[in-house]
């Protein structure tokens, strides 16, 4: 089992920053962010293969997102730049055992609660 536990998220402006973090309990082949605005389906941000640091980000966020990890930490990091109000969401850290960088939350077999993300025009 792994467990997720993710932090700062909060009420931002838009334009404005900030940065998420997901701290893990075992290191995992591939770990993603994920996020749900309230009324729409989850949907897939970015993820990140541990070892190799591939890297695969949705069209929506890509220049502005920056995905990362610390190994050594077995922690997994969101910068968000240029955030847009359509950006409010929960976003939750999921990852997979296996390597595999894919965009499918059904791949993800371990979720983290989930922090929000709340961007004010």
């Known amino acids: 089992q792994v467990q997720l536990v993710e932090s700062g998220g909060g009420l931002v402006q838009a334009g404005g920053s900030l940065k998420l973090s997901c701290a893990a309990s075992?290191?995992?082949?591939?770990t993603a962010w994920f996020r749900q605005a309230p009324g729409k389906e989850r949907e897939f941000v970015a993820a990140?293969?541990?070892?190799?640091?591939?890297?695969l980000y949705e069209d929506s966020v890509k220049g502005r997102f920056t995905i990362s990890s610390d190994s050594a930490k077995n922690t997994l990091y969101l910068q968000m730049n240029s955030l847009k109000r359509e950006d409010t969401a929960v976003y939750y850290c999921?990852?997979?055992?296996?390597?595999?960088?894919?965009?499918?939350?059904?791949?993800?077999?371990?979720w983290g609660q989930g922090t929000q993300v709340y961007v004010s025009s």
């Open positions: 999921a990852a997979s055992l296996a390597v595999q960088l894919t965009k499918s939350k059904t791949m993800y077999p371990h």
């Open positions: 990140i293969r541990w070892i190799g640091g591939d890297i």
């Open positions: 075992r290191r995992t082949g591939a």
